[in-house]
């Protein structure tokens, strides 16, 4: 009979044994899983904060593209075209009125094209004339877009 009773309790051990080793099977799957998880997370963490990083710089150049800097001589033709709503001016008036070479002047229309400025060109007797297309001028009035300094001359 005690022999009956000890097996019967060895039975009921191992099964409880039994037990307790798929319970702790299971708990060392679910470990692994969120383990798995937590660097998955991490890997998605170090991506976001690349795109981050990216949209930063991204947002630095629009800023730049939206307000372009210009230096002396941009400045100058560009307030020259700004000033000068009655007619296109050619190279050559550009260049008299602000005391810049010809050669300079293209250069610096060609640039302020470049940095997003928009101008009409109208030719007159096959010579470009050019003036401060409306909408930079609008743009220029309302948000003074390019920061310029209050005099140039």
Known sequence: MIFNKDSKIKAAFNIIKEELNE????INENTEELQLLHNLYLELESRIDRIEDRLSKIQL?????MHPK?????????LELYTNEASPLSYADLGLKLGMPELV??????SLIKKGIEID???????PFFRLAKSSR?????????????TIK
């Open 70 to 78: 210009l230096n002396t001589n941009e400045e100058a033709v560009f």
């Open 61 to 65: 150049m629009i800023e730049d593209f």
């Open 105 to 110: 002047v293209r250069k610096t229309i060609a």
């Open 138 to 150: 609008e743009r220029q009035a309302k948000e003074n877009i390019l920061k310029l300094k209050k």
């Open 23 to 26: 319970h702790l099977d299971s």
């Open 121 to 127: 060109v109208v030719m007159i007797d096959n010579k």
